[in-house]
């Protein structure tokens, strides 16, 4: 069973930066992504940033391309979120989710971490 656990949430000032990671444990972990996802009150959850474990290739969504990074440390099993230049748009619970190798659907999520911009 895989288990990912974020933090690095908080409020921040809007054009402020935030790093929030995603530690993940498990037997075997050998995801094919680990993903970002957001969801902002009254809104539907939505794809933020991934990046596949094992080759680093990386997709954005166009609402954070430019600002936000992804990045993964694989000795660690952990991928981070690099947020720059924030704005109040960004604020939501922000979830990391693993996809499985096989069937490339994202199985496993963890708890969400709050991020907050004030406006």
């Known amino acids: 069973q895989v288990q990912l656990l974020e933090s690095g949430g908080g409020l921040v000032q809007a054009g402020g930066s935030l790093r929030l990671s995603c530690a993940a444990s498990g037997r075997t972990f050998s995801p094919y992504r680990i993903g970002w996802f957001r969801q902002a009150p009254g809104k539907e959850r939505e794809f933020v940033a991934a990046?596949?474990?094992?080759?680093?290739?990386?997709i954005y969504a166009d609402s954070v391309k430019g600002r936000f990074i992804i990045s993964r440390d694989n000795a660690k099993n952990t991928v981070y979120l690099q947020m720059n230049s924030l704005k109040p748009e960004d604020t939501a619970v922000y979830y990391c989710?693993?996809?499985?190798?096989?069937?490339?659907?994202?199985?496993?999520w963890g708890q969400g971490t709050q991020v907050t911009v004030p406006s």
């Open positions: 990046i596949h474990w094992s080759g680093g290739s990386t």
């Open positions: 989710a693993a996809s499985d190798p096989v069937t490339l659907r994202y199985n496993y």
